[in-house]
Nanobody, 115 residues
Framework: QVQLVESGGGWVQAGRSLRLSCAAS????????MAWYRQAPEKQRELVARIRSGGSTNYADSVKGRFTISGDIAANTVYLEMNSLKADDTAVYYC?????????WGQGTQVTVSP
């Protein structure tokens, strides 16, 4: 059974930084891509950043220049470095992994940014 476990969320003041981590277990092969999504109250879940097995990355416009995704896809781990956090970044952040179109999800970790 595949499990994605996130860590690193919490409360922080605006302008500060947080680093999220995600480790996957139970999958014998490397994923095609890993990503971070987030969902704020009463909003749809949205892609924050994705890293593919070849190393390419993409970001939501709202986090470009502030967030950096990194990881070792071969080891099924991914990180999200979040700098210059804003109150609008407050959300539950979910780790996601893709295996030939099939998505796996973590339970989510809360990030709260106070103004």
């Amino acid at each position: 059974q595949v499990q994605l476990v996130e860590s690193g969320g919490g409360w922080v003041q605006a302008g500060r930084s947080l680093r999220l981590s995600c480790a996957a277990s139970g999958h014998v092969s490397s994923f095609n891509a890993m990503a971070w999504y987030r969902q704020a109250p009463e909003k749809q879940r949205e892609l924050v950043a994705r890293i593919r097995s070849g190393g390419s990355t993409n970001y939501a416009d709202s986090v470009k220049g502030r967030f950096t995704i990194s990881g070792d896809i071969a080891a099924n781990t991914v990180y999200l470095e979040m700098n210059s956090l804003k109150a609008d970044d407050t959300a539950v952040y979910y780790c996601n992994a893709e295996w030939y179109g099939y998505p796996y999800w973590g339970q989510g970790t809360q990030v709260t940014v106070s103004p």
